[in-house]
């Protein structure tokens, strides 16, 4: 009987992809709600939490203060970005112009191969939900609406609703990782794509809008406390 030679060791990762983890893990703990608004980054905790060298940590803390949700001060050093009331309402009023502009510039009824794309989406959505894998939910979620309102047929706009959703992302993102946020949102993606599927552009329009209200309410609702303390 011929032996099989022995598989070969897996590979270790590479500095790359130990970087690449602790910037997701990072992200996943503040966009998901794990790490609250204003909360202090201590070096040493994400060391210890993330079994990573203070370099890693560093570089994971500039990255996502290139993203916006970190907030790096003198003398105070690095906290998770915290957003007032006020400023939630004023992001969210340009990101509900924008959003409501881009749904009504979508032709109804909308192409066949649209349908089929936002559907598969959607399917992978519910997978990813019913799994309870959350970086898959976050992902998914974020290419349906990308994939909706590309069919405006405006780049610039899509890409300035993009700006807006990556701003929104530490108000939005923990609403996935909440069931009944969670089941709002699939239920709301399977209305959109029928109504996508008839005329009424308006109707489209305001569901787009109302989609964005429980992450907004909950992130508000959030920070309510702390605010007073400020």
């Not at 964005?212 to 303390?229: C, F, H, N, V």
Request: glycine share 4%.
């Amino acid at each position: 009987m011929k032996v099989q030679p022995a598989s070969p060791d897996i590979q270790p990762p590479s500095r790359e992809e130990e970087q690449a983890e602790v910037i997701r893990r990072l992200e996943e703990d503040i966009i998901f709600g794990r790490f609250a608004p204003g909360l202090r980054l201590v070096e040493d905790t994400l060391m210890q939490r993330y079994a990573a060298s203070r370099h890693f940590v560093r570089q994971a803390l500039f990255q996502l203060e290139r993203q916006g949700i970190v907030l790096r001060e003198k003398n105070v050093g690095a906290t998770v970005r915290f957003y007032s009331a006020d400023e939630v309402r004023q992001i969210y009023e340009v990101r509900e112009m924008l959003t409501r502009q881009a749904a009504l510039m979508i032709a109804l009824p909308a192409p066949a191969d649209l349908i089929a794309q936002l559907s598969e989406l959607q399917r992978h959505y519910c997978a990813r939900a019913d799994a309870q894998d959350m970086r898959g939910i976050h992902e998914t979620n974020d290419a349906f609406h990308v994939a909706l309102f590309a069919a405006c047929g405006n780049p610039y706009l899509v890409r300035s609703l993009q700006d807006y959703m990556n701003l929104t992302l530490p108000m939005r993102a923990k609403n996935l990782a909440d069931s009944e946020g969670l089941a709002l949102s699939r239920r709301q993606h399977e209305l959109m794509i029928e109504l996508l599927k008839g005329r009424d552009s308006w109707a489209l329009a305001q569901l787009c809008v109302d989609h964005m209200q429980y992450s907004k309410a909950d992130y508000l609702d959030r920070i309510a406390g702390d605010e007073t303390k400020r």
